[in-house]
Every structure is written in structure tokens, then in C-alpha cells.
T-cell receptor, first 111, second 115 residues
Framework: QKEVEQNSGPLSVPEGAIASLNCTYS??????FFWYRQYSGKSPELIMS????GDKEDGRFTAQLNKASQYVSLLIRDSQPSDSATYLC???????????FGTGTQLKVEL | SAVISQKPSRDICQRGTSLTIQCQVD?????MFWYRQQPGQSLTLIAT?????????ESGFVIDKFPISRPNLTFSTLTVSNMSPEDSSIYLC????FGQGETQYFGPGTRLLVL
């Protein structure tokens, strides 16, 4: 069974620091990867997608993909308390039309 | 992005009964999905709702337990049948406006408690 794995956390960082969230995947044919943010009691919202090796930046967020090592990461610069949430990593399973989600990493940004 | 609504937002149900959850999108979308998120866990795909044909179910989920309708490109329902306390969960619909299953937008969810 194809899996996406994340450390459940919580990951605690001070306000203003860089938060680094990591994810590994087992499906070598996966080509598309996604980061979703889920606030407590809310539904997930898409924040980043990445398809090619290397970095992709969007504001304070940078997604990094390394297909050879089968990992994808999300960096959040200048972390704010409002970034405190669970971050879900997902891949497009087997090149098909559905996503497989990791269990999520809880991020806490402390004042 | 698409605007998605779900009804009901939450419900408390008795064991053995059934509940139908509605998902409405403000635009026509090719792909709609139903997920379950049990307390403290990640998202598990139940099925892909196909317009004009039967839903495609994931391993561990069957049509008799989770019948799905998709009468048009903006609406779908998921029924949780013969409920037990183990069905207590958040049920989420999602849509991919671009039709490849990648860029999914989620509805607000239905919080179900089965007593």
C-alpha cells in the first residue's frame, strides 16, 4: 500500500523562526505533491503544490521536493502564531486521480 | 477555487439509523470525493463520486454501507447506513475543478456522533 508519512509532532517554534515540516512517500511514480493546512475544527485548505525537483516559493512558504530521496518538505519563514495548525502532506497516488494524505504534523508557533 | 457547502454541519444519531450528507458546489466540477477523518487522524478517501455512474469505492468501503449519489455536476450525497459508534467521524466532500484529482478543495465537513 502506497503511503505518505509525517512526524505527528507537535513541532514547536518561536515566533519569527523558520518552521520545517517533512514528509516521505513510498510511491516512486508519484509526480505531484501537496501541502494542506488544517486549523482545529476546520477543513483542510490547499497552500502549496509542487511537481518538480527543487524549491517552489510562495510568500513565506517554500516547498522542496527531492524525488530521488522521496521526500517533500515545507518551510515557513517568519512563523506567526496564526500558522499554528496541522499540516497535511499528500501525493497524487500512482499517477491516478486521487490523493493519499499523511497523518499530518501539528505546528505550534509560540510567542 | 470552488465554494462548497455541506448539510448538515453536525448531527447526533442513534445506532442503527442512517444519515444522508449533502454536498453542494457553486460551479460544475468533474470530480467529487468523499473522505472520512476520524478523531485525531488524517483523511481517508471513501469514494470518488462519478456523475452518471456508480461511485468508485476505496478498499474497506462498500456501497451498501456508504451509498453515494451524483445526479449532476454540482451536487452529491453520501449516506452512512446502519450506523454504529465506530462511524463517529467528520465526513468531508472535496472537489477538483480541474478534473485531475490534484487540486482538491474541501467542504466544511459534517461532524457525526453516533450513540
Amino acid at each position: 500500500q502506497k503511503e505518505v508519512e509525517q512526524n505527528s509532532g507537535p513541532l514547536s517554534v518561536p515566533e519569527g523562526a523558520i518552521a520545517s515540516l517533512n514528509c516521505t512517500y513510498s510511491d516512486r511514480v508519484s509526480q505531484s505533491f501537496f501541502w494542506y493546512r488544517q486549523y482545529s475544527g476546520k477543513s483542510p485548505e490547499l497552500i502549496m503544490s509542487i511537481y518538480s525537483n527543487g524549491d517552489k516559493e510562495d510568500g513565506r512558504f517554500t516547498a522542496q521536493l527531492n524525488k530521488a530521496s522521496q521526500y517533500v518538505s515545507l518551510l515557513i519563514r517568519d512563523s506567526q502564531p496564526s500558522d499554528s495548525a496541522t499540516y497535511l502532506c499528500a501525493d497524487r497516488t500512482g499517477g491516478g486521480n486521487k490523493l493519499t494524505f499523511g497523518t499530518g504534523t501539528q505546528l505550534k508557533v509560540e510567542l | 477555487s470552488a465554494v462548497i457547502s455541506q448539510k448538515p454541519s453536525r448531527d447526533i444519531c442513534q445506532r442503527g439509523t442512517s444519515l444522508t450528507i449533502q454536498c453542494q458546489v457553486d460551479s460544475q466540477v468533474t470530480m467529487m470525493f468523499w473522505y472520512r477523518q476520524q478523531p485525531g487522524q488524517s483523511l481517508t478517501l471513501i469514494a470518488t463520486a462519478n456523475q452518471g455512474s456508480e461511485a468508485t469505492y476505496e478498499s474497506g468501503f462498500v456501497i451498501d454501507k456508504f451509498p453515494i449519489s451524483r445526479p449532476n455536476l454540482t451536487f452529491s450525497t453520501l449516506t452512512v447506513s446502519n450506523m454504529s459508534p465506530e462511524d463517529s467521524s467528520i465526513y468531508l466532500c472535496s472537489v477538483d475543478p480541474f478534473g485531475q484529482g490534484e487540486t482538491q478543495y474541501f467542504g466544511p465537513g459534517t461532524r457525526l456522533l453516533v450513540l
